[in-house]
């Protein structure tokens, strides 16, 4: 079964840290490149960080220095560090596997900051 799970969200404190992992099942991990999306409530979703086969990695600028995108092949895994969380990091937190012309995505975790 092709699928991406997404763990990891929760509720935390402005300045706290949270650590999402996304793990794939169905597919050649380590072909994909792997993205992190978010949606807040009444915007449109958003591409937070990602991570090439290679190993580049991109970040919005908003989350640079305070997020790190790293990828585990033999787990089949990607994970996404958030630390120095703002209340405006709250929304929810989608897994992406892009490889052209397929894009599979998880369900979403949610991240709430706030004190």
């Known amino acids: 079964q092709v699928q991406l799970v997404e763990s990891g969200g929760g509720l935390v404190q402005p300045g706290g840290s949270l650590r999402l992992s996304c793990t794939a099942s169905?597919?050649?991990?380590?072909?994909?490149?792997m993205n992190w999306y978010r949606q807040a409530p009444g915007k449109q979703r958003e591409l937070v960080a990602g991570?090439?086969?290679?190993?580049?990695?991109h970040y919005i600028d908003s989350v640079k220095g305070r997020f790190t995108i790293s990828r585990d092949n033999a787990k089949n895994t990607v994970y996404l560090q958030m630390n120095s969380l703002k209340p405006e990091d709250t929304a929810v937190y989608f897994c992406?596997?892009?490889?052209?012309?397929?894009?599979?995505w998880g369900q979403g975790t949610q991240v709430t900051v706030s004190s």
């Open positions: 992406n596997a892009h490889r052209s012309p397929f894009d599979l």
């Open positions: 169905g597919i050649i991990f380590r072909i994909y490149d």
């Open positions: 991570i090439t086969t290679g190993g580049s990695t």
